[in-house]
C-alpha cells in the first residue's frame, strides 16, 4: 500500500524536532497539499501542536504498545487520502526502553516501517565537526533509514561550505537548514511543551517560520523522498481483523471529560471505541455544572488539573454528579489527571488542597521530580480487570504527582529491569490509577471496558 512518508528525527531532546515539524506541516499546507502527521511514542503534547498546524488530528505510532503489523496498519490508515505523512521523533534517534536497547526509538518505528528518515542536527557550535557526528548516526546500524539531513541554527554564510562538504565526503544529501529565529521558540512546562493555545500569536509565529522554511528546505526534495518509501507489508488477516471488528460498543453512549484540565488524548483510543460502536459524548468537567444525560461510561484522561485546581472545586454540581453516578456503579475508567480528580483532595500546583470527586479516599500531591516515569506491563493481581480476564496491558507513566493511595490491585513492571509497583485501584466497574493505556496495544483491555458498559446499559435501560 503506498504512504508517501518520511520521519524527521534528532540526536536529542531539545534540538528543535517539534518546531521544525510544525513548520514543514505548516510550509505543505501552505502548497495546498493533505498532510497527515504522527508523533513517535507516547506524548500527548506534541501531536496538539501537529493538529493545530493541519487542522486534523495527528496520531501516535509506538512500537512498544504494537506489533509490527498493527504499527505499519495505524500509519496506513490514518494516512489515506494525503499526499504526505510526516512523522516526528522522540528523544534521540536511537533512544529506546530502559535507557540501553532501541526497542521503540524513532529508529525502531523507521525501521518497523521502513519509513526514510532526515536527521536534524543542531548545528550551534559546530562546523566540520558536523561531518563525524552526522556519520556516527548514518552507520551507528546498517540499516539505519536515515537518507538526509537538515542543519538547525546554521548561518545562511556557512551553509552552502557545509552542504557541500556532507554531500561529497558522506554522500548523503542535504536538504536544507535553518537559521536561528529569535521568536519562533516553544516553551516548556513541568511535562513538556505548554500547551498550543497558551503561546501567544503561535499561528503567526508558524507562519513566519514556514516562510523561512519555504526559503532554506528543499521542500520538493522531502516530497519526493516521502514518495519514494516502500510500500507498508501489512498482513490480510491484521487488516480484515481491525477493519471489521465487533460492535461491542453498540448503543452506548459514553462521557468523556475533555477541556483544559482533561486533554491527554490517544486519538487512536478514541477510533477504537467508535469502530465497536461507541458514542463518545465530550463534556467540561470546568465549564459544565452536570454530567451528559444517560451515560453508559465514563473516561477521565490525564491533563492538568493542578492547574485549574480551583475551578474544579468550584463545580460542586459536576463532582456530585460524577460521584453519584459512580456510586450507582457506572462504569469507569481513569488516568493520571483523572485519577487525581476522583481522590477527596488533590494540590494544585501551589500546593493547596482541592476538593476532588471523593471516590478515591486520600490526597494526590505534588512531588518534586518525575514520580515514576517511561514504559509499564500492568497486569491485575486478581487475574481480571473490569470482570473480564485481560492478561498483560502495555501502558505509560509520566507524574510529578502522587497519591498516598496509588491502589494496590495491580502490578506495573518496568520492562528490562526489576523494579515494578503495585497500582490501580480495579474493580468490577472501576479501572483508576496513573498509568495510561494505548487501546491497540491489548484489545481486551478496552473491549472489557466496553463490555463492562453493555451490562450497566441493560441494567439501567433494560437494552439488549
Known amino acids: 500500500m503506498s504512504t508517501p512518508r518520511f520521519l524527521l528525527t534528532a540526536g536529542a531532546s531539545g534540538s528543535g524536532k517539534t518546531l521544525i515539524t510544525c513548520g514543514i506541516l505548516q510550509a505543505f499546507k501552505n502548497k495546498g497539499l493533505e498532510v497527515a502527521s504522527f508523533k513517535c511514542g507516547p506524548d500527548y503534547i506534541d501531536p496538539m501542536f501537529h493538529t493545530k498546524v493541519i487542522g486534523t488530528k495527528s496520531r501516535n505510532l509506538d512500537t512498544f504498545f504494537t506489533e509490527p503489523d498493527i504499527t505499519c496498519y495505524l500509519l496506513e490508515r490514518n494516512s489515506r487520502g494525503c499526499d504526505i505523512a510526516v512523522m516526528e521523533g522522540v528523544m534521540g534517534y536511537y533512544d529506546g526502553v530502559g535507557g540501553t536497547t532501541v526497542k521503540a526509538s524513532a529508529y525502531d518505528l523507521a525501521r518497523i516501517t ?206 456530585e454528579d460524577i460521584r453519584k453516578m459512580l456510586e450507582k456503579k457506572l462504569p469507569v475508567m481513569a488516568e493520571c489527571g483523572g485519577f487525581m480528580y476522583l481522590h477527596e483532595y488533590f494540590e494544585d500546583m501551589e500546593g493547596q488542597l482541592c476538593q476532588g ?48 493511595n496509588s491502589g494496590k490491585d495491580c502490578y506495573a513492571q518496568k520492562p528490562n529491569s526489576k523494579r515494578g509497583w503495585e497500582c490501580i485501584h480495579s474493580t468490577d466497574t472501576m479501572l483508576a490509577g496513573f498509568p495510561h493505556f494505548y487501546y491497540y496495544g491489548n484489545p481486551k483491555l478496552a473491549e472489557a471496558y466496553l463490555q463492562c458498559c453493555q451490562n450497566y446499559h441493560k441494567q439501567t435501560k433494560g437494552g439488549h
Not at 208 to 225: F, I, N, P, Q, W
Not at 369 to 383: A, D, E, H
Open 114 to 319: 521502513k519509513t526514510p528518515v532526515v536527521l536534524i542536527v543542531n548545528c550551534k557550535g559546530m562546523s566540520v565537526s558536523i561531518l563525524p557526528y552526522i556519520k556516527g548516526f548514518v552507520e551507528f546500524q546498517p540499516d539505519s533509514q536515515i537518507q538526509g539531513v537538515l542543519l538547525n541554527q546554521m548561518s545562511s554564510m556557512l551553509y552552502p561550505r557545509i552542504k557541500n562538504m556532507i554531500e561529497e565526503q558522506l554522500h548523503i544529501k542535504v536538504y536544507g537548514y535553518l537559521p536561528r529565529v529569535e521568536d519562533c521558540v516553544i516553551e516548556s512546562r513541568h511535562l513538556g511543551l505548554v500547551m498550543p493555545e497558551e503561546i501567544q500569536g503561535f499561528q503567526e509565529k508558524l507562519k513566519k517560520l514556514a516562510a523561512v522554511l519555504e526559503k532554506t528546505v528543499d521542500l520538493d526534495g522531502l516530497l519526493s523522498l516521502g514518495e519514494a518509501a516502500p510500500s507498508l507489508a501489512i498482513s490480510k488477516e491484521t487488516k480484515q481483523h481491525l477493519e471489521n471488528p465487533q460492535k461491542t460498543g453498540q448503543q452506548l453512549r459514553i462521557g468523556v471529560a475533555c477541556d483544559q484540565a482533561f486533554c491527554f488524548f490517544y486519538e487512536d483510543n478514541f477510533q477504537f471505541l467508535r469502530d465497536r460502536g461507541a458514542n463518545l459524548v465530550f463534556f467540561s468537567p470546568i465549564e459544565q455544572e452536570h454530567l451528559p444525560e444517560n451515560l453508559d461510561g465514563l473516561l477521565l484522561y490525564g491533563g492538568y488539573p493542578e492547574l485549574f485546581g480551583k475551578q474544579l472545586e468550584e463545580n460542586k454540581t459536576m463532582r
Open 357 to 404: 470527586v471523593g471516590i478515591i479516599p486520600g490526597t494526590a500531591y505534588r512531588t518534586e521530580k518525575l514520580s515514576r516515569f517511561g514504559y509499564i506491563q500492568v497486569q491485575s493481581k486478581s487475574g481480571t480487570i473490569l470482570g473480564q480476564e485481560v492478561g498483560i496491558s502495555p501502558a505509560h507513566e509520566f507524574h510529578y504527582f502522587d497519591s498516598h
